[in-house]
């Protein structure tokens, strides 16, 4: 079963614009991932998050946490053409052997 | 490095016969993940190895799937018989070892179709 909801599922935008796409999930995590996805291609891991840190930055990503309410969120910022793909969170969970539960993705589209 | 090499790229086949996956993981990784994603949805982990040992195979339909990592290196997924719901993109993914907090590299994946 899926352990994470990402919400939007499907988010439209113009190039230069952010994105935010937001994860919630059920039980207590160690770590939260998120991926990029292209079509036809695998998964690309983007930013790795523990549950002990709040916040994280890679390049244009912004990655925050909140293990209270059980949710994380992925902000792109200054979005290009190039960034369209969906993109998923993936919980890991203590004791887990690295074992990830991923959710169902957002599909991201930007357009020029 | 070298990334995760997968093949064959697709595969299609009519209900009940056989089909095989192979998953070459990059050099040196000891744990290997194989992901079911059926469209629209995330993947879901079928099988992860430890070197050669099976760590959690607890989503893998055993009566239909199979899979082996003989060597501790490369990975073959097996399916006989198919299922019209086994059409899905089947990955293969590896990490440098089992211990939480490892990013996990992905193959492009075999797209299987049922017939």
């Known amino acids: 079963s899926q352990q994470g909801e990402e919400d939007p599922q499907a988010l439209s935008i113009q190039e230069g614009e952010n994105a935010t796409m937001n994860c919630s999930y059920k039980?207590?995590?160690?770590?939260l991932q998120w991926y990029r996805q292209n079509s036809g291609r695998g998964l690309v891991h983007l930013i790795l998050?523990?549950?002990?840190?709040r916040e994280k930055h890679s390049g244009r990503l912004r990655v925050t946490l909140d293990t209270s309410k059980k949710s994380s969120s992925l902000l792109i910022t200054a979005s290009r053409a190039a960034d369209t793909a969906s993109y998923f969170c993936a919980t890991g969970f203590t004791g887990g052997g690295n074992k990830l539960t991923f959710g169902t993705g957002t599909q991201l589209k930007v357009e020029l | 490095e070298a990334g995760v090499a997968q093949s064959p790229r697709y595969k299609i086949i009519e209900k009940r016969q056989s089909v095989a996956f192979w998953c070459n993981p990059i050099?040196?990784?000891?744990?290997l993940y194989w992901y079911q994603q059926i469209l629209g949805q995330g993947p879901k982990l079928l099988i992860q190895?430890?070197?050669?040992?099976?760590?959690?195979d607890s989503q893998l339909p055993k009566d239909r799937f199979s899979a082996e990592r003989l060597k501790g290196v490369d990975s073959t997924l097996k399916i006989q018989p198919a299922k019209l719901e086994d059409s899905a993109v089947y990955l293969c993914?590896?990490?440098?070892?089992?211990?939480?907090?490892?990013?996990?590299?992905f193959g492009d994946g075999t797209r299987l179709s049922i017939l």
């Open positions: 050099s040196g990784h000891a744990t």
């Open positions: 039980t207590s995590i160690n770590n």
């Open positions: 993914a590896s990490s440098a070892d089992r211990y939480s907090n490892q990013p996990q590299h």
């Open positions: 190895f430890q070197n050669n040992g099976v760590v959690d």
């Open positions: 998050i523990r549950s002990n840190e």
